[in-house]
């Protein structure tokens, strides 16, 4: 897997599909890797350029000494696909990655052709949560909270459905980092986007956004996305009969919803 120093972090990651094609960039899910992406490669490498990276303090990019910003992750990926020379992208992330989504699209909207931004909020639990959550992970290990987290994931019928999938979910989970795990639920417990705006970015215009919930998400209720969506002027929304991993449990309602969002905000950006 290629890497690149950006910030002060050596990134791994993979990038796949025609030079020539527009770019999506996918961000993971808190504790998850690149390979939760697996579901989308096969419809999307053939037409788009796809590129994922582990999320600093995840998989096999570095976890630098925390604690780390929501801010900070946004200007990793702003800076890996500046190394790459991709100008502009369309984006996709989930839970912590949709929050990096969200820093994005109120701070560098130009770079943005569009946005999904899926089991997200403007803020994700409380201060309480994350730092006993944090604690626990320091003290103990990621293997500590690993059953209860990947319960959140999932649904009770994915668990029946794909165990193996489950299983291998599992065992990225605890293959992480502890420290960089923790240094990014520090990211995800500070990030709050109730009073963002994008006017700080000069024209204040967002380009198309797609916010997807699930409706059995039990880390992000659906309703919290939906309130999302009803913030960001313009944004669709859509739900998913999914827990929080949706990308994976419903994937291809999720696939179909994201080439479909791609491919409209390229007709209007072309």
Not at 63 to 80: F, I, M, N
Not at 89 to 117: D, V, Y
């Amino acid at each position: 897997m290629p890497h690149i120093d950006v910030n002060g972090a050596v990134l791994h990651y993979h990038l796949q599909g025609p030079e020539d094609a527009p770019a999506i960039v996918f961000s993971n899910s808190l504790g998850a890797t690149t390979a939760m992406w697996q579901p989308q490669l096969h419809a999307l490498c053939e037409k788009f350029r796809v590129l994922r990276a582990d999320t600093r303090g995840h998989g096999h990019s570095a976890a630098t000494p925390g604690p780390y910003t929501t801010e900070l992750l946004a200007k990793d990926v702003l800076a890996l696909t500046e190394a790459l020379r991709i100008d502009q992208f369309h984006f996709c992330g989930i839970s912590m990655g949709g929050q990096t989504g969200q820093w994005l699209l109120h701070n560098a909207p130009e770079r943005l052709k569009s946005a999904t931004i899926s089991n997200t909020a403007m803020k994700i639990g409380n201060d309480e949560a994350w730092n006993a959550r944090i604690a626990k992970v320091i003290s103990s290990g990621l293997e500590s909270i690993a059953t209860s987290v990947i319960e959140k994931w999932f649904t009770p019928a994915f668990f029946a459905s794909s165990p193996d999938v489950v299983a291998k979910m599992r065992e990225r989970f605890v293959s992480n980092n502890a420290l960089g795990y923790a240094a990014c639920c520090a990211a995800v417990r500070d990030a709050d986007f109730t009073n963002a705006s994008s006017s700080q970015s000069g024209t204040g215009k967002l380009p198309p956004v797609l916010v997807i919930g699930g409706a059995q998400d039990k880390s992000v209720p659906a309703a919290d996305s939906k309130v999302l969506a009803e913030k960001l002027p313009g944004a669709k929304y859509l739900e998913l009969n999914a827990a929080h991993i949706s990308n994976m449990e419903a994937h291809t309602e999720f696939t179909n919803a994201l080439i479909a969002h791609v491919n409209e905000a390229e007709a209007q950006h072309g």
